[in-house]
């Protein structure tokens, strides 16, 4: 069981360096940075909440890609999200 957990633990931790640090923190910056500004828009009331509502799932997901390892593909996704709801 230990094996396992270990081997579990190796293989996360390989997953996770296949990706350059530089890249990965990129795309956990922008995602925390719009995370931020969302945020804000839906405690100031400048975003509907049921918008807000609609952007948390995707950006759920996007957050998911870029834990995988995928920074260029959760940094596009983030942009595309960005750009169907009005944010730049």
């Not at 396992?4 to 922008?30: E, I, N, T, V």
């Not at 995602?31 to 405690?43: C, E, K, L």
């Not at 918008?51 to 920074?71: F, K, S």
């Amino acid at each position: 069981m230990l094996r396992w957990l270990f081997l579990g633990s190796f293989f996360a931790l390989f997953a996770r360096s296949s990706m350059p640090a530089g890249a990965q923190a990129d795309c956990h910056g922008a995602i925390s940075q719009f995370r931020q500004i969302i945020d804000s828009d839906a405690q100031t009331g400048n975003v509907n909440k049921s918008v807000y509502n609609r952007m948390l799932p995707e950006l759920a997901r996007i957050t998911q890609t870029c834990d995988a390892g995928h920074g260029g593909s959760a940094v596009s996704a983030l942009s595309a999200l960005k750009h169907r709801y009005g944010y730049r």
